[in-house]
């Protein structure tokens, strides 16, 4: 008799889910906070010692935890005194909150083209998009890359402050620094699929600890630290963190180092399957960037198969593999371009080397990377039949 045929193995059941399941320790932690009645972070110690393991491990001189990433460029915006009117230069290529930060407190994105070959903000082309309007650019760190700020920091005028979008990129650097290093702020998420998650959640680096001060303030009600609770030095929202996502941000924190050396990993097997089949595709790489937070995989589409992207993209939807065609170019989003024409801004503002890069573009998110051998040798095959067919 011959042996029963193994049933197959759903691809999606051998992708790690993100975020990866907490062990008995972390739990306990969680407990230890709701027991003691000390939730938020105007009583425990729990956020604050996060800011100030983020600031050290950014060798910035300051760090502070709030809502979520989106709100923390809101802040660095408002902490450098950016505001109606005043021009911001942007990436297309991006999540919303890159522009919808600027948008929300009234000033007027101004798009800058990517370099093609990373998808990272292009500093020639935001120097060519500099004018006496302009008070700050927002380099994003796409994927885990690390956009080249410091270059932009040094061609920027004194008034204009740099802003690192550092969502997906906590821990990263480059060969000019560390993320946070670069430019005046980096702003980080926390939100669940980020590399250091906790639900909802981020925080804004600060190289000078002034700057940092003001950002606190602004974050908690306009207090100045070590003053009286109704003591509102400023204007202030309350955008503070939780000490329970303190908790789930400090316990995926510890798992960083790990993590990033086994998305690593899986980046370098996923590229060397995919040139071994002499697949029309490659991963981008940053060559500036000296440690990569491997948050997503990025992957480039040759010329010649670029009209086959949303089909390989669903044909691994529908093995079960989280790829996503990716971002929509933001100065052609309708709301976007709305909304910077209600500011008297360009409402039409074409970004042709981005666009047409984008088109090439899809995406693994990181869990596909901590996956093994065996799924990322069933996802080239997804990619290869759907190259061919
Ligand atoms: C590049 C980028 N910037 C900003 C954000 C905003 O972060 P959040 O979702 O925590 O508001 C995200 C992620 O969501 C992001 O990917």
Same mark, same amino acid.
């Given at each position: 008799?011959?042996?029963?045929?193994?049933?197959?193995?759903?691809?999606?059941?051998?992708?790690?889910?993100?975020?990866?399941?907490?062990?008995?320790?972390?739990?306990?932690?969680?407990?230890?906070?709701?027991?003691?009645?000390?939730?938020?972070?105007?009583? /425990?110690? %729990?956020?604050?010692?996060? #800011?100030? !393991?983020? =600031? &050290?491990?950014?060798? +910035?001189?300051?760090?502070?935890?709030? *809502?979520?990433?989106?709100?923390?460029?809101?802040?660095?915006?408002?902490?450098?005194?950016?505001?109606?009117?005043?021009?911001?230069?942007?990436?297309?290529?991006?999540?919303?909150?890159?522009?919808?930060?600027?948008?929300?407190?009234?000033?007027?994105?101004?798009?800058?083209?990517?370099?093609?070959?990373?998808?990272?903000?292009?500093?020639?082309?935001?120097?060519?998009?500099?004018?006496?309007?302009?008070?700050?650019?927002?380099?994003?760190?796409?994927? /885990?890359? %690390?956009?080249?700020?410091? #270059?932009? !920091?040094? =061609? &920027?005028?004194?008034? +204009?402050?740099?802003?690192?979008?550092? *969502?997906?990129?906590?821990?990263?650097?480059?060969?000019?620094?560390?993320?946070?290093?670069?430019?005046?702020?980096?702003?980080?998420?926390?939100?669940?699929?980020?590399?250091?998650?906790?639900?909802?959640?981020?925080?804004?680096?600060?190289?000078?600890?002034?700057?940092?001060?003001?950002?606190?303030?602004?974050?908690?009600?306009?207090?100045?630290?070590?003053?009286?609770?109704?003591?509102?030095?400023?204007?202030?929202?309350?955008?503070?963190?939780?000490?329970?996502?303190?908790?789930?941000?400090? #316990?995926?924190?510890?798992?960083?180092?790990?993590?990033?050396?086994?998305?690593?990993?899986?980046?370098?097997?996923?590229?060397?399957?995919?040139?071994?089949?002499?697949?029309?595709?490659?991963?981008?790489?940053?060559?500036?960037?000296?440690?990569?937070?491997?948050?997503?995989?990025?992957?480039?589409?040759?010329?010649?198969?670029?009209?086959?992207?949303?089909?390989?993209?669903?044909?691994?939807?529908?093995?079960?593999?989280?790829?996503?065609?990716?971002?929509?170019?933001?100065?052609?989003?309708?709301?976007?371009?709305?909304?910077?024409?209600?500011?008297?801004?360009?409402?039409?503002?074409?970004?042709?080397?981005?666009?047409?890069?984008?088109?090439?573009?899809?995406?693994?998110?990181?869990?596909?990377?901590?996956?093994?051998?065996?799924?990322?040798?069933?996802?080239?095959?997804?990619?290869?039949?759907?190259?061919?067919?």
């Amino acid at each position: 008799m011959s042996a029963p045929i193994a049933a197959q193995v759903p691809l999606s059941s051998l992708i790690p889910r993100w975020p990866p399941p907490l062990d008995a320790a972390v739990e306990e932690r969680l407990l230890g906070v709701v027991r003691s009645g000390l939730w938020g972070s105007t009583q /425990g110690q %729990v956020v604050e010692t996060l #800011a100030r !393991r983020l =600031a &050290a491990l950014h060798g +910035v001189a300051s760090a502070t935890c709030c *809502a979520n990433g989106t709100i923390a460029i809101v802040l660095a915006l408002k902490a450098a005194g950016v505001g109606p009117g005043d021009e911001v230069i942007v990436p297309a290529y991006t999540f919303l909150a890159t522009v919808s930060a600027p948008l929300l407190i009234g000033a007027v994105p101004v798009f800058a083209e990517v370099d093609p070959a990373t998808m990272l903000l292009d500093p020639a082309d935001v120097a060519r998009r500099i004018t006496t309007r302009t008070r700050a650019i927002i380099p994003v760190h796409l994927a /885990g890359a %690390v956009a080249d700020a410091a #270059a932009m !920091r040094a =061609a &920027a005028p004194n008034n +204009v402050v740099v802003i690192e979008d550092a *969502a997906q990129a906590i821990g990263a650097a480059h060969v000019s620094g560390a993320i946070g290093q670069l430019g005046d702020f980096a702003t980080l998420s926390f939100q669940t699929s980020k590399n250091v998650a906790s639900g909802e959640g981020g925080a804004v680096l600060c190289r000078d600890a002034a700057m940092g001060e003001r950002v606190w303030s602004l974050h908690n009600a306009g207090r100045t630290r070590g003053g009286a609770w109704y003591q509102h030095d400023n204007v202030g929202w309350n955008l503070r963190m939780g000490e329970l996502q303190g908790v789930l941000a400090d #316990a995926t924190l510890d798992t960083l180092p790990e993590m990033t050396e086994r998305r690593e990993a899986g980046f370098a097997r996923l590229r060397a399957l995919a040139a071994g089949e002499g697949l029309p595709v490659v991963p981008l790489e940053s060559p500036g960037t000296t440690r990569h937070a491997r948050h997503l995989m990025l992957w480039r589409l040759h010329e010649v198969a670029a009209h086959r992207r949303d089909g390989v993209v669903a044909a691994l939807q529908a093995a079960g593999v989280h790829a996503s065609d990716g971002y929509p170019c933001l100065n052609t989003v309708a709301s976007v371009k709305a909304g910077i024409a209600a500011l008297g801004g360009a409402a039409d503002q074409p970004l042709p080397v981005t666009e047409a890069a984008a088109k090439r573009t899809f995406w693994f998110p990181q869990n596909v990377l901590l996956a093994g051998e065996e799924a990322h040798r069933a996802i080239i095959a997804v990619m290869a039949r759907a190259l061919q067919s």
